[in-house]
């Protein structure tokens, strides 16, 4: 037979396991809300990430663009500075004094000039798409 002590045992346990199942409910319920605030957070990082992955390609193809640029201005000025000596032009001008009665042949001065031609677009190449890079 079933005894007035046992039903209040068993009725105590199952309050205790009302009150547990209670707690364990409302814990089960803040880390859902944590679990969801900390979803949000990641996907927000993820879209962030993401962003600094594009911007960082676009960065990268802009240094590699500049370095192009900064290669072919180069190569450019190079040819330029090549081309001027090739065209440059060693053009010897001998001056002299014409003798006078009281000189000899011997005593003739002369001087030599030398002058040398450079083209005006081998010293500055125009280039109306050539980048400014501030350093000069």
């Known amino acids: 037979m079933i005894s007035i002590g046992q039903i209040r045992l068993l009725e105590s346990r199952v309050i205790k ?5 209670d707690r364990v409910t409302e814990e089960n ?14 996907d927000e990082l993820e879209v962030n990430i993401q962003r600094f992955k594009e911007d ?4 990268e193809e802009g240094i590699i663009s500049a370095l ?6 180069e190569d450019d000025m190079d040819k330029g500075i090549s081309m001027a000596k090739a065209d440059a032009q060693i053009v010897p001008q001998r001056e002299e004094t014409v003798p006078v009665d009281h000189q000899s042949e ?3 001065e002369v ?12 010293i500055e190449p125009t280039q ?3 980048p400014e890079l501030g350093i000069f």
């Open 111 to 122: 001087e030599e000039k030398t002058e040398i031609f450079v083209p005006e677009d081998a």
């Open 68 to 73: 192009d640029r900064l290669n072919q201005f």
């Open 56 to 59: 960082q390609g676009k960065i």
């Open 17 to 21: 396991a009302i009150e547990y199942v």
């Open 29 to 42: 319920t803040l880390l859902k809300n944590k679990l969801d605030s900390c979803q949000k957070r990641i």
């Open 128 to 130: 109306s798409d050539s």
């Open 106 to 108: 011997s005593e003739i």
